[in-house]
């Protein structure tokens, strides 16, 4: 087998793989292919290049017709446009452009539309995380079959990894802080240049066990890693390998804010010098787990949210993968919160009418199914009878100190530990004949698609990456383009935070919108006044910048309140790309952007909404 080169674990040969036969930039060096898609992009627009009034952008018909010559494989990813055109109508229907989370899509609107479902419902329950990942048993039938679809699709096997289903991401970093042993593995290392709410549940936690929490450092304003900084952190913890772990280092490769893209260096110098890594693929976009780097470097946890359907409400559920080779590391883990079971709605399966033969790029699973009256089976009434059984025991061991429980769980020889073993074995059997039942008195067998999946599959890792990398590109130059009327410096009208154009960005944006006296517009104002125009974008603050001179830091200084240091962040908006977002989504958003070229567009939207709604409206 021939060596990864060394710019793979810089993320090069994923996107070198995107490259067409025919791509100006794919024939050259990997040098010379970035400075040619940097020119490249910079013909997307009109040759005008600036635009001072939101007046004079060109029209949709005419950008688009730009963007096309300046890419032309473009056009080849409309498999993608034809998806959401059958799978996804609500997003044309309500002229709903979706631009504010990330995470991957379960199910179609298509689905939602037909069975008018919710899909699935989700059972909170308190267990030891290391007796539930070894000796757990089977969950619900239809948790199974998810889990066996999670699977596939993050191109990770059950055999190497465990998998529990959280209330959210941030719980999965909770769960697994809670769990992971801060008393002895005392270092927390953290690469987040955004504020995160799993990640200071994580810090609190280390904290809380007398554990050190360190972040990484970000330069500006371009948010790079500071790479001394973070080498030094990684090697320097501990003197003694040998003796002693370091302790868990969380990784994203990629921010889910800025957009920027780490190297898998860092993984395997973290590996190398005695960490427990963590990779957060959050942020990763639809087929991104089947990049090189990380099948040659394997984290001991990952984590990682699913929701249900795109450009609805995005609830849904966090994953936490723990590698099975060091599931010892939570092995003297107290009782943890937040972990579920996930059970179909009851009285709303998500039955096909017609059973679907397995193809490339769809993955149908079998599932016996009873009348729609007996759906909520006597599976999912024994989880709600043991849901009330366990918190009692739950009561019990919250009296006992946290010393009794390490000890208990270690030996797993008293009563309690026995009662819940049996238990679990007991409705195990139960809920096994429960299946064998209700296969044996239905004769009708439907199957369950999880179709959002499929269409990610079935476009796969090439296209939706060349199709999501032409439409983040095109974003930020065509932002780079807008500039105040009547300024002789040409003030910018946006401001981008992290990479700017390059082949190899992640498919999000960050920035913010400045008036004509160069003074930052409220991005919670941007984002309301976007909503309004049916465009949903959300909100981030980012964290841990480092300064190079005393200029930077007066810069960034400006930028926040007057009462406010960096410290609290710097409050910014997001916008986040995904395979079906198409060009009028962008070009929308530019638009709307554009309209704050004009100085008196903010009070005209204030006046415009006491119009309509006949009272005053704050904004």
Not at 44 to 58: A, K, V
Not at 78 to 93: C, G, V
Not at 348 to 353: A, G, V
Request: with cysteine; hydrophobic share 35%; proline share 4%.
């Amino acid at each position: 087998m021939t060596s990864p080169c060394r710019e793979c674990f810089r993320r090069c040969c994923p996107n070198q793989l995107l490259g067409q036969p025919d791509d100006p930039y794919q024939q050259t060096t990997t040098h010379q292919s970035r400075y040619d898609f940097i020119s490249t992009t910079a013909l997307s627009l009109n040759p005008n290049m600036q635009f001072t009034n939101h007046e004079s952008i060109p029209p949709l018909d005419q950008s688009f017709s730009n963007m096309t010559r300046a890419y032309p494989n473009y056009p080849k990813t409309d498999q993608a446009d034809r998806i959401r055109e059958h799978e996804y109508s609500h997003l044309t229907l309500t002229n709903h452009v979706c631009l504010d989370y990330n995470g991957h899509g379960l199910f179609s609107y298509a689905q939602q539309l037909h069975w008018d479902t919710t899909f699935f419902n989700i059972i909170y329950k308190s267990v030891n995380l290391y007796m539930h990942i070894t000796r757990g048993g089977h969950g619900p039938e239809f948790e199974t079959m998810l889990k066996e679809r999670i699977f596939r699709f993050m191109n990770i096997s059950s055999d190497e990894y465990s998998l529990v289903f959280t209330a959210n991401q941030m719980l999965a970093c909770k769960v697994l802080a809670d769990a992971y042993p801060f008393q002895t593995n005392r270092n927390l290392l953290t690469v987040y240049d955004h504020e995160n709410e799993g990640v200071e549940a994580m810090i609190e936690s280390c904290r809380r066990r007398s554990g050190r929490a360190e972040p990484a450092g970000f330069s500006w304003p371009n948010m790079r890693i500071m790479s001394k900084r973070l080498r030094k952190l990684i090697m320097s913890k501990n003197k003694n390998k040998k003796k002693k772990k370091r302790g868990l280092f969380v990784f994203p490769l990629q921010s889910r804010v800025t957009g920027s893209r780490y190297s898998y260096y860092w993984m395997g110098l973290a590996q190398e010098n005695g960490w427990d890594v963590c990779l957060d693929a959050s942020a990763f976009g639809a087929k991104d787990m089947e990049t090189l780097g990380l099948s040659l470097l394997r984290s001991d946890f990952l984590i990682c949210s699913f929701y249900k359907v795109f450009g609805e409400n995005p609830s849904g559920f966090g994953c936490l993968f723990i590698k099975k080779s060091r599931s010892s590391l939570v092995k003297n883990s107290a009782v943890v919160t937040g972990l579920v079971n996930i059970v179909h709605s009851v009285n709303r399966p998500l039955f096909l009418e017609e059973s679907r033969s397995t193809d490339h790029g769809k993955t149908v699973l079998s599932s016996s199914s009873s009348s729609s009256s007996k759906q909520e089976t006597f599976e999912i009434q024994e989880i709600k009878k043991t849901k009330t059984e366990i918190r009692e025991i739950e009561e019990i061991k919250e009296k006992k100190t946290e010393i009794q429980e390490i000890e208990e769980i270690k030996e797993e020889k008293t009563e309690l530990s026995f009662f819940e073993i049996w238990k679990r074995d007991v409705l195990v059997e139960i809920k096994e004949k429960a299946r064998k039942n209700e296969a044996s008195t239905s004769g009708a067998h439907s199957d369950i698609e999880f179709r959002g999946l499929d269409h990610a599959d079935s476009l796969g890792l090439l296209l939706i990456s060349t199709r999501v990398r032409y439409l983040v590109n095109w974003l930020v130059n065509a932002f780079g383009n807008l500039k105040h009327p009547h300024s002789e410096d040409g003030v910018p009208l946006v401001r981008i935070y992290g990479p700017k154009v390059r082949v190899d960005r992640g498919p999000v944006v960050s920035f913010n919108v400045f008036d004509w006296k160069g003074e930052k517009v409220d991005p919670t104002l941007v984002q309301k006044l976007a909503g309004r125009h049916n465009i949903s974008l959300s909100y981030a603050v980012l964290k841990n910048v480092n300064f190079v001179d005393k200029s930077s830091e007066d810069e960034i200084r400006s930028l926040t309140k007057k009462k406010e240091g960096f410290d609290l962040g710097l409050p910014v908006v997001m916008v986040t790309l995904g395979f079906l977002t198409n060009f009028e989504d962008v070009y929308r958003l530019w638009a709307f952007v554009s309209r704050f070229l004009d100085a008196d567009f903010v009070e005209k939207e204030r006046w415009r909404y006491m119009s309509i709604n006949q009272t005053t409206i704050e904004i």
